[in-house]
Structure formats: structure tokens, C-alpha cells
């Protein structure tokens, strides 16, 4: 009695995942799981997970046995993850808006717009302010949260605020390209004309918020960064107490190079953070 074909074949993909040396093994091991399964369930034995459980435990073995756990954690805090990521995502929205259809639309209108004037009141700026408007607002409120949040940051060198600028720039260019690119195409598939306009405003708003919390995105994880490598700070413990005005509560993290040690102040707190850099006999310890 065979299990169905549907869990035998997700268990053969898992399996290409894993490395040629160790895929007999693997594959034995989890067939012989999805039978014993199988023979529980169709003897109406109690069975704790049913078929899609148990090949999304072999996928996730699978990647374990593929991919190092360490080494993807340590690829996710490098500094090139957030741009690889940005520009990962703009790739995907060029690709799926055939080359930012819409964006280049606007763009044409408005320069057809400055280059022929129209005697009297033009509807094309109606389409240009729609999209303009909420951009306008959306990188005012952001850049008002990135001064307010740079106050908390207490780091020097060029490097840290560029990368700081960076992450900034990616945010203020992807979010309006995506949200122009979706937000159309969300619109276009609402027949209702009213309906349309009030998913276009609820759209646009939720534009502007997601700039905001992108920009305080920003700032927190430039917080958690080494100033020296630009690497996110591991092993973070909380030391302090709330009620203590001697010792506040904070939050003491490393970086994973040696480079240092950041005390960093958790919310309410009138306190700074700390940055405190480590000399070249301690990084032995961190190799």
C-alpha cells in the first residue's frame, strides 16, 4: 500500500535538495516516515501530523542538509545583504510592471504636459498629482523620522552614514516604484468607479505609512550595527532594570568581528548608546 503520489513526489524534490552523498540516506529515512504515516492513517490509528507536516519538516531537513545554518545567518548580517535584497526586489517589480509601465507613462505625460501647454485646464495633471501628492508626502514624513531618528545615533566615519543613506535611498525608490507599479494594477481589476477611487486613496495611504516604517527601519537596524565592519551586532543580552536610574535597562550586543561591544539603550531611557571598541587581542576570541 503506497502512499499518495502527491507526498512520494514533494519527498523526491526535497530530496534533489540534498547533497548526492547523503540523498539515498535522506530519502530512505523519510520514505520509510511517509509509509509507516500512511499505514497509521488508513488503519485509523491517532496520528499527530498528517502528510503536508511531514513534508514540510523533509523540506526544511532538506535545506538544513543543503545549506549551512551558520553561514546563512552569517550572509543575513553582512552589510551587502539589504542592498542585494533592495535590488532584488526591483528587479522582481521591473519584471512584473514590463519595465515600470506605469512610472514611464507619468513620466511622458508630465513632459508632454511642460512641453505643450494646453490653453485650457488639462485632466492629465489630475493623473500626475494622484501619484505626486502622496510621494511628496510620503519622503517629507520620512525624511523628518530620519532626522529625528539620527539623533539617537552616536557613530563616526563616512562609511556608516553612507550605508545609512543608502538603505534611505533604496527605501525612497523602491517603495514609490512598487507602489505606483501595484497599486495600478490593483486598481485596474475594481470595475466600480468609487470603489476604485477609495481603494486608490486606502493604497496611498498605506504608501505613506510603509515609507515611515521603512525610514525607522533604517535607523533601528543602523543602531545594531557595527560602526567599524557595518555588521549586524550579535549575542544581545539585556542588563539593567527599568526602575533603576543607576543602571537603566539596556541592551549589550558584540560584534561577531571582535570590533567591539554596544550598550544599547532600550526605549524610555534617557540614556545614549555606548559604543565600546574592543582592542586586536580580543578579536582572537571571536575566529
Not at 523533509?58 to 545567518?73: K, M, P
Amino acid at each position: 500500500m503506497h502512499a499518495p503520489l502527491v507526498y512520494r513526489a514533494l519527498l523526491r524534490v526535497a530530496g534533489w535538495l540534498v547533497p548526492a552523498h547523503r540523498r539515498s540516506e535522506w530519502q530512505d529515512r523519510y520514505r520509510a516516515e511517509l509509509g509507516a504515516w500512511w499505514f497509521l492513517s488508513e488503519h485509523g490509528e491517532p496520528v499527530r501530523a498528517d502528510g503536508n507536516a511531514l513534508c514540510r519538516r523533509a523540506f526544511a531537513a532538506a535545506l538544513a542538509e543543503r545549506f549551512d545554518a551558520n553561514e546563512i545567518r552569517h550572509a543575513l548580517r553582512s552589510p551587502l545583504f539589504v542592498p542585494a535584497a533592495m535590488l532584488a526586489v526591483l528587479v522582481l517589480t521591473a519584471l512584473f510592471s514590463h519595465g515600470f509601465a506605469v512610472t514611464r507613462s507619468v513620466i511622458e505625460v508630465a513632459h508632454d504636459m511642460r512641453t505643450r501647454a494646453v490653453p485650457s485646464y488639462d485632466v492629465r495633471g489630475d493623473r500626475i498629482f494622484v501619484h505626486l501628492a502622496p510621494i511628496l508626502l510620503a519622503f517629507t514624513t520620512g525624511l523628518v523620522l530620519l532626522v529625528t531618528g539620527c539623533l539617537s545615533l552616536r557613530a563616526s566615519g563616512w562609511r556608516y552614514w553612507a550605508y545609512l543613506g543608502m538603505k534611505v535611498a533604496g527605501v525612497f525608490v523602491v517603495l514609490p516604484l512598487f507602489w505606483i507599479e501595484a497599486g495600478t494594477a490593483a486598481r485596474s481589476h475594481i470595475a466600480a468607479e468609487g470603489w476604485r477611487v477609495m481603494a486608490g486613496l486606502t493604497i496611498a495611504i498605506g504608501f505613506v505609512i510603509a515609507v515611515a516604517r521603512g525610514v525607522i527601519w533604517c535607523v533601528a537596524d543602523q543602531r545594531r550595527r557595527c560602526p567599524s565592519c557595518l555588521r549586524l551586532l550579535v549575542l544581545p543580552v539585556t542588563v539593567g532594570s527599568w526602575a533603576s536610574q543607576f543602571e537603566p535597562a539596556s541592551t549589550e550586543m558584540l560584534c561577531e568581528a571582535g570590533h567591539g561591544a554596544l550598550a544599547l539603550a532600550d526605549g524610555g531611557t534617557n540614556n545614549q548608546d555606548h559604543w565600546t571598541e574592543l582592542d586586536e587581542s580580543w578579536r582572537a576570541m571571536f575566529n
